[in-house]
């Protein structure tokens, strides 16, 4: 099937490889020479003034002495960084270059950028921040909390990117993630808040989510509001990069893997080209997968290629860039919260209110040495948080399961943890309106849940004794163990290739939806519940219930009558069969115990045991003796074994002592505090850079 479907195309061919960029594009100038140090040093100039205007860069007083600042060994310097509440997404420009220096540094640039005959270097006083400074982050993240708290928020100590405001009438939440956020708070609590940040730095913010058709985006993902709630998509740019590079002669595909993805690869490498271009398709993949689902079993086997890519996944990729073809753009839905609801359950009509149990659940899946070439099983977890998916991943587990019992409960642990960790985070958030959080955690596996509600491994010796603190915390009540049925269970998404309508079917219990905001799927899952409904009445009814069962289906699932008729001539089969095979079985043993009868048997006669002979005797002797001795021997060498194990040992503790000698040598070591940047950002150490 592999081999019938898929060209295999890997580009062969050793001429140079480039991104189809527009013709029509502005490019860099093609430039040689002087022509080009001029451009270079006017970019610079460009660079410095805005700075010195922004209060970035100063140049020292006449009687400051910058001897003693820190010089920052720079490339260059470069000044373009990227319940009836209102959800905006917001930008802080250039929020580097708002944050004041810790300690005093300086800068040395060229003359020559100011002038072409000017010689030598000229020194600035760097008043804040630049992009790429090492401190950089830490200082800009303890710059923005200091701002927040200001305006009167304040962060999650164990997610501290997690704001919310301090006042308790007023309920806002806040989620930074550089100088990125995304706000949710009522109209008059936003104006108060961007206004003390717009008293420090400059703000691009969208407009709030707040009729159907509204959108925002934030972090590269697409927010829109509609009927049902908010439907999340991924950034199609990166699939469209995808289609215009590696995937051109790629062919539509109605799902992104086959059973071939699980069969071991032995086909070559790749060329070193060829591997970078595959890195490169995988890493787009891998940031479109955090949002779509379907795409992340897939990904997560090309992704373990990365390190040497080789022919067949190159193919893989080819199919999973055809699957993207046919399903370019899928998001999905999150519904307002209700209280008790959960996957597969709608919740209660009412609205959340103080007491109302909002449920966190972690739902999850594992295929049991799923990799042939490790035999290492993948965990499939997805997060619903009041019966709307927030998170889900694929990921290979590190050790070796021994059943598929413990492969669930490495899943179910991995997907315990998260659901606890989001818990702890919507606690925080919405603890003012005096909400209770449900942990639960499900899986479709009952060994794997016979382990998490007993004390200690049991027979399961192979269980690693951290992965035991799961049985304390369902002890403790702190998490609840639920099951969920093999046949609707998402997660099973990520566990292995699967067919297209279940797949499809997968994603409608997800919450996918097209970008129309149809559900997608939907009509899959219909059929999928129609099938299991025959199948189920065949089994506990028997087939007098087929033919109303069929005038319910609708006219479209005729392929159902035809099971039927299937299954009926198999039940005749079998009646009709299991009398005719019971009647030749006798007649077989009659005319064996026929033959029996009539068989004639014959006395031989058989030597006794006389035991040993002189020879043997000796001969068990000598081998005895010759075991004692290399019994002696071997105690010997293990003797002396022993002693250079003694030995290893001390000279690895000798070892590990001069490295923690040299970490210290290396972190009192003082780095160079003078260099100098040329026009194109080069930087070349003084003589005597660092010597007192």
């Known amino acids: 099937m592999f081999g019938g479907e898929l060209e295999f195309e890997y580009g062969g061919s050793d001429e140079k490889w480039a991104p189809n960029w527009d013709p029509d594009a502005e490019r860099p100038p093609d430039l040689q020479g002087e022509d080009l140090e001029q451009v270079d040093r006017a970019a610079d100039l460009t660079e410095l003034t805005k700075l010195l205007q922004m209060g970035v860069l100063r140049k020292p007083g006449e009687t400051e002495d910058v001897r003693q600042y820190t010089h920052l060994t720079t490339t260059g310097v470069d000044a373009k960084i990227k319940a009836c509440l209102e959800v905006v997404s917001l930008d802080i420009k250039d929020a580097y270059l708002q944050v004041p220096q810790p300690a005093p540094a300086t800068i040395t640039v060229d003359a020559r950028i100011f002038s072409k005959d000017a010689m030598g270097e000229v020194t600035y006083v760097l008043e804040r921040l630049l992009p790429g400074q090492r401190i950089g982050a830490s200082s800009w993240y303890n710059f923005a909390r200091d701002l927040l708290t200001e305006a009167g928020m304040e962060n ?328 969920v049925a093999g046949s609707l269970n998402p997660a099973d998404i990520g566990t292995k290739p699967l067919a297209g309508p279940r797949l499809r079917e997968l994603m409608f219990l997800m919450g996918g939806r097209t970008v129309d905001m149809e559900s997608y799927g939907e009509q899959d899952h219909n059929e999928a519940c129609a099938k299991r409904g025959m199948a189920k009445a065949f089994k506990v009814e028997g087939l007098s219930l087929a033919g109303p069962l069929l005038a319910m289906v609708d006219s479209e699932l005729v392929s159902l009558v035809m099971t039927t008729v299937l299954l009926g001539s198999f039940f005749v089969a079998v009646f009709l069969g299991v009398p005719v095979g019971l009647f030749w079985v006798f007649a077989k043993v009659c005319c064996w115990q026929k033959r029996e009868r009539y068989r004639v048997y014959m006395e031989v006669g058989v030597q006794a045991n006389l035991g040993l002979s002189k020879k043997e005797e000796i001969f068990q002797q000598e081998y005895v003796q010759r075991v004692t001795e290399l019994r002696g021997q071997l105690s010997e060498k293990c003797d002396e074994v022993r002693e250079f194990e003694q030995l290893v040992k001390r000279l690895r503790n000798d070892v590990r002592a001069l490295e923690r000698e040299l970490v210290n040598t290396r972190a009192n070591a003082r780095l160079p505090e003078t260099i100098v940047v040329a026009p194109k950002g080069e930087r070349y150490h003084l003589p005597g850079c660092g010597q007192g």
């Not at 004794?465 to 369902?474: D, G, K, P, R």
């Open 156 to 483: 999650y100590v164990k997610e501290p990117t997690l704001f919310r405001g301090s006042n308790a009438k007023e309920l806002s939440g806040m989620i930074l993630h550089a100088d990125d956020g995304l706000l949710a708070s009522s109209a008059k609590e936003r104006e108060r808040i961007l206004g003390v940040l717009r008293s420090r730095v400059v703000l691009q913010v969208t407009n709030p989510l707040r009729v159907p058709g509204d959108e925002i985006e934030f972090l590269k993902r697409r927010y829109v509001y509609s009927e049902e709630g908010i439907v999340v998509f991924p950034n199609n740019r990166y699939a469209e990069a995808l289609f215009e590079g590696v995937g051109k002669g790629a062919k539509p595909r109605d799902t992104p893997a086959d059973n071939s993805f699980l069969e071991k690869d032995t086909s070559k490498e790749l060329k070193e080209s060829e591997a970078r271009k595959y890195r490169e398709a995988v890493g787009r993949l891998l940031y479109l997968s955090h949002s779509r689902g379907d795409l992340q079993f897939a990904t997560c086997i090309l992704a373990s290629k990365m390190a040497q890519p080789t022919a067949m996944s190159w193919r893989w990729l080819q199919r999973v860039i055809g699957y993207l073809k046919k399903v370019p753009m899928v998001g999905i839905v999150l519904k307002p919260a209700s209280p008790d609801a959960c996957f597969g359950y709608g919740g209660k009509s009412s609205s959340l209110g103080p007491g109302a149990r909002v449920v966190v659940e972690s739902i999850t899946d594992a295929d049991w040495a799923g990799d042939k070439q490790t035999r290492r099983s993948r965990t499939s977890i997805q997060i619903f948080v009041a019966g709307s998916m927030v998170a889900s991943f694929v990921r290979s587990q590190r050790s070796i399961a021994l059943s598929s019992g413990e492969s669930e409960f490495i899943a179910v642990v991995g997907g315990s943890s998260e659901a606890l960790y989001i818990a702890d985070c919507l606690r925080f958030l919405v603890e003012a309106e005096g909400l209770e959080i449900e942990v639960r955690s499900r899986s479709d596996s009952a060994a794997c849940r016979g382990i998490t509600q007993r004390v200690g491994c049991g027979r399961v010796r192979h269980l690693d004794a951290s992965l035991l603190w799961v049985q304390m915390a369902v002890k403790a009540k702190k998490l609840v163990i639920g099951t």
